[in-house]
């Protein structure tokens, strides 16, 4: 998810769209830009992206723009190590009956265009995020009655009920961040007028095609950064990313979202880098069933799927064991999430096929493939062509498959045509990891109600009704005994209908130049890279 993801697809619609056009970001933007850093023999970082930076907008980010998130905007509060804590609000409060949450802002902090960051520029924010409809997974918006400004400084939102999840919901470091109200359009929910917010870099120039430029905020509130500008340049192929870090052409390439394991292995073997993994797991990477489909609405046939898979060849054969074979849906230390199942699917060929003969699917002996009614058992594997790692993962799936007589066809697509044929239910199996540590479980199971790959399939599902009222009520409590009650059904529920099919818990890692780059310190949302984290190399 993220998107999350990640785009957080979960939320709703986004509509990925080439706003910014031309050679430069906003006049405002530019005319900050004109008083930082970037002087020629400047100290500057050079990143590559597989994918255009010209989405850097809330919730309109594709998810390889994770690199550049924190380098110009920031939100209210972070996600430290299972802990909120201050960002641009240095403390705040709830009611007694936790419907009043009331931020207290730093004083002193503006946009980029000089617009002071205050009470009203929240106001304005929230109000505006609260009319679009793409937040509705997010209840710490959704639910907003409405937004008091008591001072200049103090800003209350109003809620119809507790939610336990309020505050992990404004740590979203692509989504719950503060832009300039300069940059807001009325009803505009695809566009803004340019690339405004509060962080340490400022959105100074784009090239289409080429390059985008950030320029360290000489006006910045808190400690300058080591770098005086930041590129990124557009690399869409991978192989041709690893020879830009090869030839120096770039300083470094990060996260899951634009290496694969293959390419981090390789990048560390040449000579002039050297690579580092994140200690602290991202995400799980996770297949989600159709079980309102013709082909997986018989519980045998799903289960016989998850018998069929080997988890260990994926974590060894695609991420060189880096990542962890999944046996539970979300990894230790996710709050509410650490459910364990009664029982584990492990791989067994033997009972996957004795699960598809009880299902009446015989394998016809001239194709390898099984058939029923005159039906052949074939399934669609949709995913994300925009990961990296989707197309291999989906291979290999398709050949472990095969080895028990089930046919695979997979189709790569586009991000938003995948998210919509996904929530329309046209797929058997598609790829669907889970949320960021702040925003599971509740924001990986809320879009199941309307608006993921789930929908269909708990429409139709024996207590599929039960499942979405479950739903609906940890959206309304703060009572921690009822939302581990809560989340133990739904994860139970996921897994003995094989509704999600975890497969290994996602790192995230970083590759760069060793000439130019000391080391990196992940944070514990290591999918943001964090440029206060880089450490530049001794002389560089």
Not at 208 to 215: D, E, K, L, M
Not at 368 to 383: A, H, I, Q, S
Not at 456 to 481: C, H, M, R, W, Y
Not at 494 to 521: A, F
Request: with cysteine; net charge negative.
């Amino acid at each position: 998810m993220g998107w999350l993801k990640k785009v957080s697809l979960g939320l709703g619609a986004v509509m990925l769209l080439s706003i910014l056009t031309g050679c430069s970001g906003s006049s405002a933007a530019g005319k900050a830009g004109e008083e930082g850093a970037g002087q020629e023999g400047g100290k500057i970082l050079t990143m590559a992206t597989g994918h255009e930076i010209n989405t850097l907008f809330p919730l309109n980010m594709d998810p390889q723009n994770n690199i550049t998130t924190k380098l110009c905007y920031e939100g209210l509060v972070n996600y430290v190590n299972g802990e909120v804590v201050p960002g641009l609000a240095e403390s705040w409060k709830f009611s007694q009956d936790g419907t009043q949450l009331t931020f207290f802002l730093k004083q002193g902090v503006s946009f980029h265009d000089g617009v002071p960051m205050n009470a009203e520029s929240v106001k304005t924010q929230f109000e505006y995020a609260k009319a679009n409809p793409n937040f509705r997974a997010i209840k710490a918006v959704a639910n907003l009655e409405r937004v008091e400004v008591k001072d200049d400084y103090t800003v209350t939102f109003h809620y119809p009920s507790p939610y336990f999840a309020y505050m992990t919901d404004f740590c979203y470091p692509e989504v719950m961040i503060l832009v300039s109200p300069q940059v807001i359009e009325k009803d505009n929910f695809q566009t803004m007028k340019g690339v405004i917010g509060t962080g340490p870099y400022i959105y100074k120039e784009i090239v289409n095609g080429q390059y985008v430029r950030f320029v360290r905020n000489e006006a910045y509130w808190g400690e300058k950064p080591y770098y005086d500008e930041v590129i990124v340049k557009f690399i869409p192929d991978s192989s041709s990313r690893l020879q830009a870090l090869k030839n120096g052409e770039v300083d470094l390439i990060y996260g899951s979202a634009l290496l694969s394991w293959d390419d981090y292995e390789q990048a560390k073997a040449l000579p002039n880098a050297a690579g580092q993994v994140s200690d602290y797991d991202s995400e799980t990477r996770n297949l989600v069933l159709n079980g309102a489909g013709e082909m997986l609405a018989d519980l045998k046939v799903r289960e016989a799927v998850e018998y069929a898979i080997d988890k260990k060849a994926v974590s060894q054969g695609l991420t060189y064991g880096h990542e962890t074979a999944a046996d539970q849906l979300f990894p230790e230390g996710i709050p509410y999430g650490n459910v364990k199942p009664d029982q584990v699917r492990s791989y067994d060929q033997a009972k996957a096929r004795a699960l598809l003969d009880e299902a009446g699917w015989v394998v016809n002996q001239a194709t390898g493939v099984r058939e029923k009614g005159g039906k052949t058992l074939g399934l669609l594997f949709t995913y994300d062509s925009g990961e990296v790692m989707n197309k291999a993962l989906a291979t290999l799936i398709k050949s472990q498959l095969a080895e028990v007589g089930i046919h695979v066809e997979t189709v790569g697509q586009e991000m938003y045509t995948w998210w919509t044929e996904g929530v329309a239910g046209n797929y058997d199996i598609t790829i669907w990891n889970t949320e960021q540590p702040y925003t599971s479980p509740h924001n990986f199971f809320t879009p199941m109600l309307d608006s993921s790959p789930h929908t269909v399939s708990l429409a139709v599902l024996p207590g599929g009704g039960q499942f979405k009222s479950l739903i609906g009520e940890f959206q309304t409590t703060n009572d921690p005994e009822r939302v581990t009650e809560i989340f133990a059904e739904l994860l139970s529920y996921s897994h003995e209908q094989v509704l999600n099919l975890p497969l290994t818990y996602v790192k995230d890692m970083i590759v760069y130049n060793k000439d130019r780059i000391g080391g990196y310190t992940f944070t514990s949302t290591p999918m943001f890279f964090d440029i206060t984290r880089l450490q530049p190399a001794q002389g560089s």
